[in-house]
Nanobody, 126 residues
């Protein structure tokens, strides 16, 4: 059964760090395009960071570049997002998503993905 599950969210003060994880299962291929997305209060879902496939590039939205780092461990089907220097504006529900093949910056577009987790809440206090 296809499943993605996020974990690691929580409450952090501005300037702090947090690492969230996404474990995915039920997919038959060795690798995929995969990314992190978020929905901030009152706003639409947006791409945060992603890894394209098969070109394996890493892409970030401008507001998180140099603060967030995306990585994955394909051997254990786990995606990570290391978040440093968090801002209150980063407060959102963070979700992971997976797709068979997405080239380049296409992996930052939420509508490119069809497989989604339920999300984990990240709250950053001022």
């Amino acid at each position: 059964e296809v499943q993605l599950e996020e974990s690691g969210g929580g409450l952090v003060q501005a300037g702090g760090s947090l690492r969230i994880s996404c474990i995915y299962s039920g997919f038959i291929f060795e690798d995929y395009a995969i990314g992190w997305f978020r929905q901030r209060p009152g706003k639409e879902r947006e791409g945060v960071a992603c890894i394209s496939y098969p070109d394996r590039g890493k892409y970030y939205t401008d507001s998180v570049r140099n603060r967030f780092t995306i990585s994955k461990d394909g051997a254990i089907n786990t995606l990570y997002l290391q978040m440093d220097d968090l801002w209150p504006e980063d407060t959102a529900i963070y979700s992971c998503a997976l797709e068979r093949q997405l080239w380049g910056q296409h992996c930052l577009r939420p509508y490119s993905f069809t497989n989604w987790g339920q999300g984990t809440q990240v709250t950053v206090s001022a």
